[in-house]
């Protein structure tokens, strides 16, 4: 079983609201990530968790908080968010953080848009 | 730095077609792992496969191959005998086996193949 699981699959939110993103992995997998993605451009990595830990910030704006509550569940708490900020957000796992061998498994991701 | 090249923007084959999906690699290390990865509309990426680089021989998985040549850098995919359900864009990823290991990948080829 290799499901990364995420919701809500669609979001809509205004600039003044405050929503959260949700991934869950049943794999035992201990590193997981937030990617974002805009259409027709490949997944930018966000951030990346390793051992529940924070381990990897690529300088994104503090209107994205995430969070990891445990081994399986992976947050993403969404605050002031710009337009510019829709795009489709994915949750991935890999087994061993940090491993260049480890294969990441990507969920169906959240479709964003921010009026 | 590493870098992922895939000069192919889009693609469109009628069904039935065979097509390679050109993937060019940067790297200064000599452990590193290839991939490629698949994302149709619906926006899940699907791993294909994972090389390593001390491992040139080709693959075949029903439909799909890929050859790996470190010569050229190259690690292309081939698709025989292209069905719709083919339709998709494909990325190829890298990664280094030094420091943190993430992904880094291509611009992605879209795959368009018509009945």
């Known amino acids: 079983d290799t499901e990364v699981t995420q919701t809500p699959k669609h979001l809509v939110m205004g600039m003044t609201n405050k929503k959260s993103l949700k991934c869950e992995q049943h794999?035992?997998?201990?590193?997981m990530y937030w990617y974002k993605q805009k259409a027709k451009k490949p997944p930018e990595l966000m951030f990346v968790?390793?051992?529940?830990?924070?381990?990897i910030n690529e300088s994104v704006p503090s209107r994205f908080s995430p969070e990891c509550p445990n081994s399986s569940l992976l947050n993403l708490h969404l605050h002031a968010l710009q337009p510019e900020d829709s795009a489709l957000y994915l949750c991935?796992?890999?087994?061993?953080?940090?491993?260049?061998?480890?294969?990441?498994?990507f969920g169906p991701g959240t479709r964003l848009t921010v009026l | 730095a590493q870098k992922v090249t895939q000069a192919q923007t889009e693609i469109s084959v009628v069904e039935k077609e065979d097509v390679t999906l050109d993937c060019v690699y940067e790297?200064?290390?000599?452990?590193?792992?290839l991939f490629w990865y698949k994302q149709p509309p619906s926006g899940e990426l699907v791993f294909l496969i994972r090389?390593?680089?001390?491992?040139?021989q080709n693959e075949i998985s029903g439909r799909y191959s890929w050859n790996f040549q470190k010569s050229t850098s190259s690690f292309n995919f081939t698709i025989t005998a292209s069905q719709v359900v083919d339709s998709a864009v494909y990325f190829c990823?890298?990664?280094?086996?030094?420091?943190?290991?993430?992904?880094?990948f291509g611009k992605g080829t879209m795959l368009l193949v018509s009945p």
């Open positions: 968790y390793s051992y529940e830990k924070l381990s």
């Open positions: 790297t200064r290390d000599t452990t590193y792992y």
């Open positions: 990823a890298l990664s280094e086996d030094s420091g943190y290991s993430t992904l880094t």
């Open positions: 991935a796992s890999s087994q061993v953080p940090g491993l260049a061998t480890d294969t990441q498994y």
């Open positions: 794999m035992g997998h201990r590193a």
């Open positions: 090389r390593n680089s001390f491992d040139e």
